[in-house]
């Protein structure tokens, strides 16, 4: 168990400011990649167990009214099956990107910055999937946030990165408010709730467990329901910022303007995962309402349809990725709000995979090409053969094809949901636009596919001739190919399959498999097949589909690439109402508090032009003052203090 | 000695103070001043002794005692004046203490 604290201290201390720091952090990252297995194989030896080590940080005593049993803040580790899933995920992951952002990033100025960010994001989310309580979850989750923003803002001098980097902090910023919010409440609710005797969940510390079962046990979901549904639905906010869910979606598609390792690592396979991984533990340890499951069914469902329509038309390699993880990230929330966590972890679990695949094998194509349009790019298979195998079986993983990864877990997900239509009717339009959004993700990740890699030539002649990376690039792609192949096999292993039963255990159903219900198989395999179909008769071979001017779809094309109109609507919101408001706050801020801290300032100032000219610097005359002030302290006490004393009659 | 009255006692050492606490307002020589001190401490000193006499017993052992490392401390404290008076004559060539107002702004 000591080992968890191990990865967490290796995480910290990777942060060397060395010109060969990249190789310092991959070692560390190697490391901390060998614990994280070692404690997942561990978990999937002796599943459903709950190592925790805590230790009580502060204390406060019991309070009348505010705090009626007191309140503990609470530092540990938990190792549950859930966060030791996600800490395979972390670490193997972490470790690739590391590896390959050797030779990907090799000609950057501020490579030290780079590293020393990108480790302290890694030691971040180790911490926030091995935190034991809900406040320290959110202070990791803080952590990742900013780490997000300091490598989306990496190429700082490029004003559309400076931009997009704080676009992505803003708006994340909404949903973590609306996580405090969200634990505030839970915490008003809970404060008197948990095991008799022992002072309520929320007094002890927002403890996820007690041991070996989820804390609140039988007293879940007591209490204040329109409350409990109100935190569920602010939970839900902090998760859809991070995870760019609907309506808070925009920041991820710019956050690409960060290096497209940064964009594998952390905007694809973990941080924004944070936000089911939010979801997923807090419907396993607090559980949601049935409207809050609704409510996120909704949101899911929604986004995965609504990103992947805008992935169909954007000519830009990292954006079309970005839309794609933003809709699979849609599929996973579904998952748990349909209250199957295990099921949203498992595709959350190979997504990570497959998905940092498409942004390293794009990564290798950015770095070949030098451009990231695809409708410069071109026959690209010819030069970069691994590249394009890599993309291929990412492709392939997330459109759903078996054998790939991809299949097994949207399968569950689609499955998972089908089994709740019966008692949940209100599900059924979101699982529709869940079941369409797999047909147009196999068409727009081959449409990019064909469009970079099939053909004769790049359409674009100036481009440099193409080349594979060097070594420490195409090694991070073949395991990830390995493992966007046989990640989602991983089901049928007994040990990884007990260990996603075991963490479903608050829920008390178990996930479903891809096999149990092959007619929905078929179909979304059906469906998948024919989203590649189509793109290779669009796009195939070198063509490139025109959509005619005058075309019908011309207006929707449109629609689609200004995404909606979202982020202007954003942009007109923050530009007026904000802006509005912060005129007054300035107003507010000039004449009532700065006048008040002026006024203090001119008196301070007159008074003490007055009192400075008894500074002398005349030893008698201080000695003099001394002794006046020392008269003046007797005649208080000896006349004035025995006066007072007999006026008022104290003792 | 207890059929002596304490106030005179105390009288005393009050009117030492009041000598030492004039002398070191009034004068302006930094070793006037410096004498001017050494009288206010000897009220405190005084001070101890006589009640140490009043209290008697072990206590009152303690008060002559302190009395005696009071001595010693202003012993240390003249040495230091003295130094400082050197030091002020090099640096100003007065002991004035009117002329030496370096800690004003």
New interface residues.
């Given amino acids: 168990m000591a080992l968890s604290f191990v990865v967490v201290g290796l995480a910290g201390t990777r942060m060397r400011r060395l010109e060969w720091g990249g190789w310092v952090a991959v070692a560390f990252s190697a490391a901390a990649m060998v614990v994280g297995v070692l404690i997942g194989i561990g978990e999937m030896v002796n599943p459903g167990t709950y190592t925790d080590v805590r230790y009580t940080w502060l204390h406060l005593a019991p309070a009348p009214g505010a705090f009626p049993n007191g309140f503990s803040l609470v530092v540990g580790t938990l190792v549950d099956p859930i966060s030791a899933l996600m800490l395979i995920v972390v670490t193997v992951v972490g470790f690739l990107v590391m590896l390959y952002s050797i030779g990907y990033m090799h000609q950057d100025r501020g490579l030290p910055r780079y590293y020393a960010e990108l480790s302290l994001f890694l030691a971040a989310m180790s911490g926030l999937v091995l935190a034991d309580n809900l406040l320290e979850f959110f202070v990791f989750w803080e952590l990742v946030g900013v780490c997000s923003y300091f490598l989306i803002g990496f190429y700082y001098e490029k004003p559309s990165a400076a931009s997009a980097a704080k676009e992505a902090f803003i708006v994340t910023r909404v949903g973590d408010i609306m996580f405090l919010l969200g634990i505030f409440l839970f915490f008003y609710n809970y404060a008197t709730v948990g095991p008799v005797g022992s002072g309520g969940w929320a007094a002890n510390g927002f403890l996820f467990t007690n041991g070996n079962a989820p804390y609140l046990g039988a007293a879940l979901g007591t209490g204040n329901q329109t409350l409990l549904t109100v935190a569920g639905i602010m939970i839900l906010g902090g998760a859809a910022g991070k995870s760019a869910q609907f309506p808070l979606h925009v920041w991820l598609p710019d956050a690409m303007e960060g290096p497209t390792t940064v964009s594998a690592l952390i905007h694809a396979a973990t941080m924004v995962a944070a936000g089911v991984y939010l979801l997923a533990v807090t419907s396993l340890f607090l559980g949601f309402t049935s409207t809050d499951q609704l409510a996120i069914v909704a949101i899911g469902g929604f986004t995965a349809f609504f990103a992947a329509t805008m992935a169909v038309v954007h000519p830009d390699i990292k954006r079309v990725i970005a839309y794609s993880t933003i809709s699979q990230l849609g599929y996973m929330v579904m998952a748990v709000g349909a209250g199957f966590a295990m099921v949203g972890l498992f595709h959350l679990f190979t997504h990570a995979f497959f998905k940092a695949l498409l942004f390293l094998a794009a990564g290798s194509v950015i770095h070949a090409v030098g451009t990231q349009d695809l409708f410069k790019m071109g026959g690209l298979k010819k030069t970069m053969r691994l590249t394009a195998a890599a993309f291929a079986i990412g492709g392939l993983a997330l459109a759903g094809i078996p054998p790939f990864a991809g299949f097994w877990s949207k399968d569950d997900i689609l499955s998972a949901v089908y089994s709740q239509l019966g008692t949940h009717p209100d599900y059924w339009p979101f699982f529709l636009l869940a079941f369409v959004a797999v047909f147009l993700t196999a068409y727009y990740i081959f449409r990019a596919w064909f469009l970079a890699f099939s053909g004769d030539h790049p359409r674009d002649p100036t481009l440099p001739h193409a080349h594979e990376g060097p070594w420490v690039m195409r090694v991070p792609l073949v395991v990830l190919s390995a493992l966007a192949v046989g990640a989602g096999l991983l089901i049928f292993v007994p040990g990884f399959q007990s260990l996603l039963l075991s963490g479903n255990g608050a829920a008390g159903i178990p996930p479903m498999y891809g096999t149990t219900d092959l007619l929905l198989s078929s179909a979304s395999v059906a469906l998948g097949a024919g989203g590649i179909a189509l793109a290779w008769v669009l796009w195939g071979n070198g063509r490139v589909f025109v959509l005619s001017e005058s075309s019908a779809a011309q207006p929707v094309r449109r629609l689609l690439l200004d995404r909606y109109y979202f982020k202007v609507g954003y942009d007109w919101v923050g530009a007026k109402g904000v802006y509005t408001v912060a005129r007054a706050a300035d107003f507010f801020d000039r004449f009532v508090i700065d006048g008040t801290v002026h006024g203090f300032e001119r008196a301070f100032a007159y008074g003490s032009d007055r009192l400075?000219r008894i500074?002398?610097?005349?030893?008698?005359d201080y000695?003099?003052y001394v002794?006046a002030g020392l008269i003046a302290l007797f005649v208080l006490l000896l006349i004035v203090a025995p006066y007072l004393v007999a006026k008022i009659g104290g003792g | 000695m207890t059929d002596l009255p304490i106030v005179g006692f105390v009288g005393l050492s009050t009117a030492l103070l009041a000598v030492g606490?004039f002398g070191?307002?009034?004068?302006?020589n930094f070793i006037l001043?410096l004498i001017a001190i050494e009288i206010a401490m000897n009220a405190t000193i005084l001070n101890f002794v006589y009640f140490g006499a009043f209290s008697g017993g072990a206590g009152g052992l303690s008060g002559q005692a302190i009395a005696v490392v009071l001595i010693g401390f202003a012993a240390t404290e003249v040495a230091v004046g003295l130094a400082i008076v050197l030091a002020l004559n090099r640096l100003k060539g007065t002991i004035n203490?009117?002329q030496?107002?370096?800690?004003?702004?």
Avoid: H, N
């Fill in positions: 400075r500074q002398s610097g005349v030893v008698s000695a003099a002794v | 606490l070191i307002l009034t004068r302006r001043i203490v009117a030496a107002t370096d800690l004003k702004l």
